[in-house]
């Protein structure tokens, strides 16, 4: 039982920073896996990071590795990534999401979702 809002996105130019904060309502809330994935128009949601329940483990897709990092606080029931050096292709709505267990990289194995965050990166 686990709800989730999204916040932070807005417009930035290229080669900026921005970070994302998902804010989880929930009593157990170390016990989920969470991910952030992002649709671009016209395009099928796709992975960007995953981060366990604890922490120690963390995922990337290819095209953020080394630009975005992915972070919880769980004291404060809170997922963040740090988007750095942003490019026009990082243009999307962003969500984040939880599942129990382990951070799989498919959004078909997420269960709870967020409404998303529209991030728009000019050239």
């Known amino acids: 039982q686990v709800q989730l809002v999204e916040s932070g996105g807005r417009l930035v130019q290229a080669g900026e920073s921005l970070r994302l904060s998902c804010a989880a309502s929930?009593?157990?809330?170390?016990?989920?896996?969470m991910g952030w994935f992002r649709q671009a128009p016209g395009k099928e949601r796709e992975f960007v990071a995953s981060?366990?329940?604890?922490?120690?483990?963390?995922f990337y897709a290819d095209s953020v590795k080394g630009r975005f990092t992915i972070s919880r606080d769980n004291a404060k029931n809170t997922v963040y990534v740090q988007m750095n050096s942003l490019k026009p292709e990082d243009t999307a709505v962003y969500y984040c999401?939880?599942?129990?267990?382990?951070?799989?990289?498919?959004?078909?194995?997420?269960?709870?979702w967020g409404q998303g965050t529209q991030v728009t990166v000019s050239s």
């Open positions: 929930g009593r157990t809330f170390s016990s989920y896996a």
């Open positions: 981060i366990s329940g604890t922490g120690s483990s963390t």
């Open positions: 999401a939880a599942r129990s267990g382990f951070a799989y990289t498919s959004p078909r194995e997420y269960l709870y």
